[in-house]
Nanobody, 122 residues
Framework: QVQLVESGGGLVQAGDSLRLSCAAS????????MGWFRQAPGKGRELVAA????????RYADSVKGRFTISRDNAKNTGYLQMNSLKPEDTAVYSC???????????????WGQGTQVTVSS
């Protein structure tokens, strides 16, 4: 069983930065693709960014390209999402997930964290 715990969310102003962390338990993190999703009130969940198990590949939603950076430290079983130049429309619950990808960028997402709230005021 894999457990994912996010941290680093909070209330910030537009233009500020935040760094989210996703701590994973279990032995499968290093062999798994990791992703960050977000869900705003009244909207569906969207993939924000994903990173392959060895960090060879990354992908981003168009809305965050150039502002967000996904990374991982397999030695620490932890993934990160650096969010810069935050906008009010980035307000959402951010969750991390891990899964398997046999054909990047297709991923079968298997495990999910509880999420952390990010609120950006204008």
């Amino acid at each position: 069983q894999v457990q994912l715990v996010e941290s680093g969310g909070g209330l910030v102003q537009a233009g500020d930065s935040l760094r989210l962390s996703c701590a994973a338990s279990g032995r499968t993190f290093t062999s798994s693709t990791m992703g960050w999703f977000r869900q705003a009130p009244g909207k569906g969940r969207e993939l924000v960014a994903a990173i392959s198990r060895s960090a060879t590949y990354t992908r981003y939603a168009d809305s965050v390209k150039g502002r967000f950076t996904i990374s991982r430290d397999n030695a620490k079983n932890t993934g990160y999402l650096q969010m810069n130049s935050l906008k009010p429309e980035d307000t959402a619950v951010y969750s991390c997930s891990t899964g398997l990808s046999g054909n990047w960028p297709l991923v079968s997402w298997a495990y999910w964290g509880q999420g952390t709230q990010v609120t950006v005021s204008s």
